[in-house]
């Protein structure tokens, strides 16, 4: 679906007209400039290359400074390819938030925050084991049992256990624009994404 890059800027709350009061998170989306499209005959398929936040020069290989040096851009950080758009977009062409509307509903893709490594009341919502008391110490968080131990005499794939937690694309799907404001750029969107301040987001209708 077309859509656009975003950068998450933090959290705030804000009330509607009704005068609901609901939480939101503030997204700097775009400037997205158009870096490829893509066409059926030559590519395969249809899609459109955006690119977003401007980096240095000298931190961009050759090949990729070429690649800009076609759009009349300067090096961007982030290359997304988005399919649905109109035939009118054209090499060079730059998105800026007004292509949402305060109406429009989108889903968000992001990399969560890495939790590192955890164990499994963290990573999976375990209870633990045992009581708190007579003389239970040290089984509190623990996982409990692995399974059966004469047969098969092994743990099954994919068995819930401690281990490497967030750091993870995630999407989100079906969340609310409640307000665009285009001078800045930006898009509060109900509720919470994914990452942490200064995660890119994929932004899409």
Known sequence: ?????????????????????????VVEAGPCVVTQVKTVEKDGYAAVQLAFDEKKEKHTTKALQGHFKSANTAPKRKLVEFEGFEDSIKLGDVLTADFFTSSDYVDVTGKTKGRGFQGVVKRHGFAGVGGQT?????RLRAPGSMGASSFPSRVFKGKRMAGQTGNTNVKIANLQVVKVVPENNLLLIKGALPGSVGTYLVIEK
């Open 134 to 138: 007579h003389g239970q110490h040290n």
């Open 1 to 25: 679906m077309p859509g656009l890059i975003g950068k998450k800027v933090g959290m705030t709350s804000l009330f509607t007209e009704e005068g609901k009061y609901i939480p939101v998170t």
